[in-house]
């Protein structure tokens, strides 16, 4: 079955007249009709709605939502610029006073870590920790603008700490424990916190694993910054005494005591976080997000697209390091608990995320294409071991799901789930395409656009096309674009980053295709298309197929400059007892050939033992790319496991 037949078949899931009716999208379509003597009665013409009448449209989420500050009356500012249009410009607000408009004691935030430490924080309990923290930060001589920097796990603490943060104005940014010396300083020294929160060690896959040497490195090199030690796995005041000037949290409270949070409301495009590019090709760059944009964006897909509600029960597995982790947070904004989770979602084994979703009965359940594929691969079946009938949805990110994993979830994990593909990244922390409640699901396919977004596909001439290939472009601005990259005072990097291609036109770097059901497929990133004999190949159509077959753990492709054109190189990592041999090798391509096109089929085969992959799990294709032409990774220091490069370092298969 080829990619581009994936539409004509069968839905595997569509959604009930009860539950479209229902849905928060239902409501707000409603609320909407009223507001502007308009007519929703579909999909369609409320996305078309959002992206032509936008102030409208920004405005009634505003109200909708029920955002805490003061609008003012501007709702877009320069609208037709892009970059530059002002969302809301006159409009002052609190990001952390939104996430905490809830009081009491039903539970906010539920963590359950891989030594099988269970913590509950209710809503009571967050606001008596966040408290307590902003006392300390103030009486630390943290100010509005300042930044806090925090290499922790996805603890309660973390996030009270960043609400704390934007309570005061001061900005956070966070990477996971598991980075290394250089990864950390690359990010963190780029933006000289005022103080640093880090963890005395962590868990993960039934190992403590010490980070004493790290910290104790990393610290000093972060200019005038203070050290604050989250113990997590014991030992945190013995390696306070390693540090100059470093306490532990529980000492860093100290003298404070639970009182009323009080809350600086700042402009709606005041800064609330940076987040990092992945670093694969250099240095990361530091985004730069508003709490407004941050905050409104996520709204809309939490409440409207994914159907949050109070007392709704949100899991996503990340870490402190993915966007994923800003996005799951502000789901108390929503009033639902967060779900966290920290280690390894297959120690002791495969059932361990799924114990916790029938345990603590998750309505939204978030994971990664990876993970999905991994319990596949496991031979592991939750549909007949647990009970997941409190989860309404599950979501994949990170990179494309397959067609057939898309058909295990429904055969191996859940019948009547709405399965959502989703696709955005760092750069907007939010989606472009993804959860759609009132269209069906077919296999191997996004659902639609995100509302507020005119998300597009270019070809290279620069107009929109569909069920052909191109290039994913946003036509109109958006609150959650990045307000600047950090120590970037002329913004040639943030211009250069998304608006060299086209004129005006965000071009996100995905390469991408409307279907004909008005899904969206995405076959890979733009600058790890393949171009054999000058026809572009996204590497997600070549993986789709390959993955299918039992002998095939894992794929990863490249194009290789070869004789004056590019030839398709495909790395595989075979499974356990299974060797590449002339007979695999030729079922490989067979299964290619007829699965996408002869176009497709690599040139080379080659078997590895491992393929690295950056810290949020996705597979680096740039810098394997780089290492078999001769060329020197700039940063190895962002990937999770740097010494599988080494294996595709001068390969004599390559070589002739």
Known sequence: MTQESVSQKSPLWTPSPERVAGSRMREFADYCEARSNRKFPDFPSLHDWSTTSAEEFWDAIWDYSGVIGDKGDVVIRDSHKLPGAEFFP???LSFAENLLRRTGADPAIIFRGEDKVCKTLSWDDLHRLVSRLQQAFRAHGVQKGDRIAAMVPNVAEAIACMLAANSIGAIWSSCSPDFGEQGVLDRFGQIKPVLFIACDGYWYNGKKIDVAAKIAAVAPQLTSTKTVILEYVGGGEQLCRSIEGAVTLEAFLSG???ANV???RLPFAHPL?????SGTTGVPKCIVHSQGGVLIQHLKEHMLHCGMRAGDRVFYFTTCGWMMWN????????????????????YPNADVIFDYASEERFTFFGTSAKFIDAVRNSGHRPIDTHDLSSVQTIAST????SPENFQFVYDGIKQDIHLASVSGGTDIVACFVGVVPWQPVYSGEIQGAILGLATEVWNDDGKPVTEEKGELVCTKSFPSMPIMF???PEGTKYHSAYFERFDNIWC????AEWTSTGGMIIHGRSDATLNPGGVRIGTAEIYNQVEQMAEVDEALCIGQQWENDTRVVLFVRLAQGIALDEELIGAIKLKIRTGASPRHVPAVVISVADIPRTKSGKITELAVRDIVHGRRVKNREALANPEALQLFEKLPELQS
Do not use: K
Not at 330 to 339: F, G, I, K, Q, W
Not at 508 to 511: A, E, I, K, Q
């Open 256 to 258: 404070t005591e639970p």
């Open 262 to 264: 009080t809350f600086e």
């Open 90 to 92: 006159q409009s002052s």
């Open 327 to 346: 996005w799951l947070v502000t789901a108390l904004a929503s009033e639902a608990t967060l779900m966290l989770y920290d280690g390894s979602p297959f």
């Open 508 to 511: 996100h770097g995905d390469f």
């Open 273 to 277: 976080y940076i987040l990092f590019s």
């Open 398 to 401: 990170g990179s494309p799901l």
């Open 486 to 488: 950090w120590n970037d």
